[in-house]
């Protein structure tokens, strides 16, 4: 099994940056992907980046201010968010796909005030 842990989660005002960190333990052989998502009070969970085999994707609405980068030696995946926004404001999951199995973290709160 996988086990995955966030960090660096908090409050932060308009402008302002955060770094999230997500680390896999366990078996973590066959983690083809490992990405972050987001869901704010009211709204469906949605995907904010993703990482596999070296590509990468974004939200619309995250691109050229957050980078999803991973240090495989680690098994973690980083979110690096800049000029966040106050609709940025979020409970934030890591994810990783391990074969066909879609495997959660607990979450971390981002709120950016403004």
């Known amino acids: 099994q996988v086990q995955l842990v966030e960090s660096g989660g908090g409050l932060v005002q308009a402008g302002g940056s955060l770094r999230l960190s997500c680390a896999a333990s366990?078996?973590?052989?066959?983690?083809?992907?490992m990405g972050w998502y987001r869901q704010a009070p009211g709204k469906q969970r949605e995907l904010v980046a993703r990482?596999?085999?070296?590509?990468?994707n974004y939200a619309d609405s995250v691109k050229g201010r957050f980078t999803i980068s991973r240090d495989n030696a680690k098994n973690t995946v980083y979110l690096q968010m800049t000029s966040l926004k106050p609709e940025d404001t979020a409970v934030y999951f890591c994810?990783?796909?391990?074969?066909?199995?879609?495997?959660w973290g607990q979450g971390t709160q981002v709120t950016v005030s403004s």
């Open positions: 994810n990783c796909q391990r074969f066909a199995t879609q495997i």
């Open positions: 366990g078996i973590t052989s066959g983690i083809l992907a």
């Open positions: 990482i596999s085999s070296g590509s990468t």
